[in-house]
């Protein structure tokens, strides 16, 4: 299963999820499942705008984790 740490991550920034739609361009609907670990499969675009502005690495966002 991959694991989503979006929400650690924009805590870790003091950074709120609209904050983060706002600065990248992309809609909070695009973002929100992501946020909530709920993402069925994720646009390597939006995971791109994410990394750049937090200025992380995709593992930093998503982890591969064994059920």
């Known amino acids: ?9 924009l805590y870790e920034h003091d950074m709120k999820l609209v904050e983060l739609a706002e600065a990248t361009g992309l809609s909070k609907g695009a973002l929100s499942d992501l946020y ?5 499969e994720v646009n390597l675009d939006v995971l791109n705008k994410i990394c750049t502005h937090l200025e992380i690495d995709v593992a930093d966002v998503l982890s591969l984790e064994k059920e």
């Open 1 to 9: 299963m991959i694991r989503s740490y979006l929400a650690q991550r």
């Open 36 to 40: 909530h670990n709920m993402a069925d």
